[in-house]
């Protein structure tokens, strides 16, 4: 059972609430943009996996960086953070969201008393939720978990960025066999719910096995601390450092406080036939994966 996503419920006058935290298409290539040496030091970017962003108030968390054949950038979240519905509102084709061109402001520190320090601002490009309204989509699987939007990143403000995963590096590619059963995860989470305590932002924890019929699209998992309010469409990286997914809801099977991360590899794939960014890419990390810090 899937409850909520959490992204309207956190931040700047809205009271926390923990009901949520957090036909096929073909798997994204696992090549990745063309290397870059102009990304910020990873020990300085503000802007990298893992910073806050926040979208009329309401907050998510960064999970990846991406770029394009016209060397834009762009940082993704979870597209239930633009959504304009209630908090029980999961299903992508059904639900609303906030139109493209709506502003995005990066941010960290941000808590339940303040928004914290902006640190740069993008534009809302490209929302699963919007592009699954629009292509009339039916596949079931598609419409519960694909969960996953794209901002770009004012020109201003690219020269701040870096890919690389806050405090366990990578990512070193994307992750298109799923997430097996006891496999090992990584992700960083940063709820505004934890007052910017830095050290309860990495997490870890193991892949519960897919359930029947999701057609790889979503992998519940299991981490210490689990995904709260506020850490929606983090990133999840696997054994290998590879991108496998982005949190989107928490579930209360097969575990109490377990979460449900959409399958990046399909989010991806759906963005790149679906947004119309040319040579839209995922950019690793220019810092090794490191599982064990």
Known sequence: MITSPHARRTALGVAAAFLGAAGAIAVAPSAEAAPRSDWAPADSATIHPGVQMYTEGAQCT??????????????????????????????GCEAAS??????????????????????????????????????????E???????????????ADADTVNPSLP????????DSDGLPAGEQVFSFGNSSLRGGVEVLSPKTGAGLGDPAGSDGWTHPLYTVTPGVPGDSGSAF????????????????APLPASNNIGDLSRELAYAQQTSGIAGLQLVEGTEPFTPVP
């Open 237 to 252: 990286l696997d054994a290998e450092g590879q991108a496998v997914g982005t949190l989107s809801t928490l579930g209360l």
């Open 62 to 91: 960064a999970n990846f960086v991406f770029t394009d054949d016209a060397g834009s950038t762009y940082v993704g979240y979870a597209a239930h953070c633009a959504g304009t519905g209630e908090a029980t509102d999961t299903n």
């Open 167 to 174: 405090f366990w590096g990578g990512p070193t590619g994307i």
């Open 141 to 155: 699987n598609a419409c519960a978990y694909n969960d996953f939007a794209l901002v770009e990143v004012d020109a």
């Open 98 to 139: 906030l139109p493209l061109g709506t502003r995005v402001e990066f941010a960290e520190g941000g808590s339940l008393v303040s928004g914290g320090t902006p640190v740069g601002a993008g534009t809302l490009v490209y929302s699963s939720w919007d592009a699954m309204d629009r292509a009339g989509e039916t596949d």
